[in-house]
């Protein structure tokens, strides 16, 4: 429920000012005050400073130019205080993580956010096809239900639009490193199973609620490319065996799929919308949907003097400039100034983090990449993934892959069978003594 609320914020109705996101970052202050008092002081890694002070110096820049131009439009001007609640909720997630299974780590924080993802899609189609489920959670929870019945949209609990499909997306992408890169994953063929599925799913279903889903999925394939060892003309023993389960999953999944589009309206209209880019190119020679068009078309609208580019208007709520484009929007408000400064502070956090969890430098390579991506499409950003992992200890993330050494050798090679080798418990428990 603490990942949901994490990944998925809403309010309530009753209490429409108090979002789950600042409930569990009160939750997370009173751990790290706990935990830290204890230790007699209060302890921030030198790395998250760096990044607090970027989103400081951001938070300052979007101040003047609301000042500046008079607008009192102080949208990102308290942004560091937005990143304090990211870094505190994640800091409830976190500790609990460690409480259940007494440490954290990449793996741990994957299989929670893959069954919370797989949880808000079931819920979708259920608030969509069974009345007493949507009355229940219109009636208790507020997430703007108002304008997505407007435009006809699948909604989850606190997953809707563009909000949710990022989201979706970078689980996606954790999803695939996860089981790409992780031993313990690679030697149980019903978990990979498992986790395949959950990636058909997430990225069928959260399509259906946000096509921006398609785009973390596309990163997420890719890692599943690169980690199969074509670079150096070969393919890795393990990679074999996870597509032999994606076919598997995909046997499976395919036909239902298409019998539901063939005998379900529900469906029917659903897959025509996830899949519009594919439906216009097998039925008109084209790639396009209706929303790119609609980008393409209308939402580039940049600066139209040199104040505006340097400094910006410090306008940016109330869709001013009538564009989502977060190029746009974020150059229009703070100007190049504040934009580069975002971008130099959601560049690092990936940077630092990519060092520390080296065996999922792809996943964290594809979030620095995915930001600029979704730029194209909607201002906003995904710090809140990144606050999760300054929380976890190098120690926690080595101990999930203390086996690593004894399956590769010092240039990378694979030199255990990690399916035929019968003392592997005995070589593990060994090791960890």
């Known amino acids: 429920m603490l990942c949901s609320f994490f990944l998925f914020p809403f309010s309530f109705t009753f209490l429409p000012s108090l979002n789950m996101k600042m409930v569990a970052a009160s939750v997370g202050v009173v751990f790290f005050l706990l935990e830290n008092l204890s230790q007699g002081g209060l302890f921030l890694k030198r790395e998250l400073l760096i990044a607090l002070v970027l989103a400081v110096l951001f938070s300052l820049t979007c101040y003047f130019s609301a000042e500046y131009n008079g607008t009192g439009d102080y949208s990102y001007a308290s942004y560091i205080f937005s990143a304090l609640t990211w870094l505190f909720a994640a800091y409830a997630v976190i500790t609990l993580l460690r409480k259940v299974h007494g440490r954290a780590s990449f793996r ?7 069954a919370v993802c797989v949880f808000q899609c079931a819920m979708a189609i259920l608030i969509d096809n069974v009345a007493i489920v949507k009355s229940v959670v219109d009636t208790y929870i507020f997430q703007g239900q108002e304008f997505l019945e407007k ?31 992780h031993k313990e994953v690679q ?3 019903w978990l ?11 990225l069928g279903l959260g399509n259906m609620i946000s096509r921006t889903t398609t785009v973390g999925g596309i990163f997420a394939l890719l890692i599943m490319a690169l980690s199969t060892g074509l670079e150096r003309l070969l393919i890795k023993r393990h990679m074999v065996k996870t597509y032999n389960t994606l076919l598997l999953v995909l046997f499976v999944v395919v036909p239902i799929a298409i019998y539901l589009y063939n005998t379900n309206d529900f469906f029917h209209e659903q897959f025509r919308f996830a899949f519009e880019g594919f439906f216009n190119w097998v039925e008109n020679g084209k790639w396009e949907t209706g929303s790119t068009n609609k980008l393409n078309e209308e939402m580039w609208v940049w600066p139209t003097d040199i104040q505006t580019w340097i400094i910006g208007t410090g306008k940016f709520g109330l869709f001013v400039f009538s564009t ?57 950003d995904i710090f809140f993934i990144y606050a999760l992992f300054y929380w976890i200890e190098e120690e926690e993330e080595a101990l999930d892959h203390i086996d690593e050494e004894d399956y590769y050798d010092d240039e990378g090679e694979e030199i255990i069978d990690i399916d035929e080798e019968a003392n592997e418990d005995s070589l593990l428990h060994s090791r960890y003594l």
């Not at 741990?108 to 893959?114: A, G, P």
């Not at 150059?331 to 690092?348: Q, V």
């Open 108 to 114: 741990l924080l994957t299989y929670y956010f893959v």
């Open 187 to 189: 030697k149980n063929r």
């Open 192 to 202: 990979i199973f498992y986790l395949l599925f959950s990636f058909v799913i997430i």
């Open 324 to 380: 989502d484009v977060g190029y746009c929007r974020f150059i229009l408000y703070c100007g190049l100034i504040g934009f580069g400064i975002f971008a130099i502070f959601l560049t690092y956090s990936p940077f630092v983090l990519y060092k520390k969890f080296k065996p999922y430098k792809l996943a964290f390579l594809s979030f620095a990449l995915l930001t600029f991506v979704y730029w194209i499409k909607v201002a906003t």
């Open 151 to 181: 435009v006809d949209r699948l909604y989850g609990i606190g997953a809707q639009l563009d909000f949710g499909g990022i989201r979706f997306g970078l689980v996606l992408v954790m999803l695939t490193s996860v089981v790409c890169g």
